[in-house]
């Protein structure tokens, strides 16, 4: 997926329509806290993973 140079991690997010109340993001194989969504910038060639938690029983 190609996004808008200097694009966030929250710029992504509402690309995808992807609410952030219950999910957790990875950037490169590290966590991005919540409160860093805003200033954490996703770089060319940077691997993204976006686990949405799902609740059940």
């Known amino acids: 997926m190609?996004?808008?140079e200097g694009s966030t991690i929250s710029d992504?997010?509402?690309i995808l329509e992807i609410d952030t109340?219950?999910?957790a993001v990875e950037r490169n194989l590290?966590?991005?806290p919540k409160s860093n969504f805003l200033?954490?910038?996703?770089?060319?060639?940077d691997r993204i993973e976006?686990?949405?938690f799902?609740?059940?029983g």
């Open 54 to 56: 799902v609740g059940g």
């Open 12 to 14: 992504l997010l509402k």
């Open 30 to 32: 590290e966590i991005v």
């Open 2 to 4: 190609e996004l808008p």
């Open 21 to 23: 109340v219950l999910v």
């Open 39 to 45: 200033q954490q910038k996703i770089g060319a060639g």
């Open 50 to 52: 976006i686990v949405h």
